[in-house]
């Protein structure tokens, strides 16, 4: 399975963005997906995850109530929908499938990754 992000960019504190992640394959519809970040000097951090259906969520509590992710299975996409962005969610986001049907906040229980896309919060 190939992933690919974007929708990174420059944004203010408070601002939104929506990040986008397409799989290349139809059996992404049977796996669940997560997204990471990474900022400079920081480890790969859990964001949020969602199961194959989109029937369960997960999320850090650091992004709890701000974030949210969602899919389209049709369109073989996952979506992460930030809000009330902060300087500290700079960073570079990842999204991951993983092939069990359980959902995961590590990155060791992922499969696959995308190529990640920047996202700057300004204050």
């Known amino acids: 399975v190939q992933l690919q992000a974007f929708g990174g960019g420059l944004v203010q504190a408070g601002g939104s963005l929506r990040l986008s992640c397409a799989a290349s394959?139809?059996?992404?519809?049977?796996?669940?997906m997560g997204w990471f970040r990474q900022a400079p000097g920081k480890e790969r951090e859990f964001v949020a995850a969602?199961?194959?259906?989109?029937?369960?969520?997960y999320y850090a509590d650091s992004v709890r109530r701000r974030f949210t992710i969602s899919r389209d299975n049709a369109k073989n996409t996952v979506y992460l929908q930030m809000n009330v962005l902060k300087p500290e969610d700079t960073a570079v986001y990842y999204c991951?499938?993983?092939?069990?049907?359980?959902?995961?906040?590590?990155?060791?229980?992922?499969?696959?990754w995308g190529q990640g896309t920047l996202v700057t919060v300004s204050s």
């Open positions: 991951a499938a993983r092939t069990s049907p359980n959902l995961s906040g590590s990155p060791a229980g992922y499969d696959y």
């Open positions: 969602i199961r194959w259906s989109g029937a369960s969520t």
């Open positions: 394959e139809r059996t992404f519809s049977n796996y669940a």
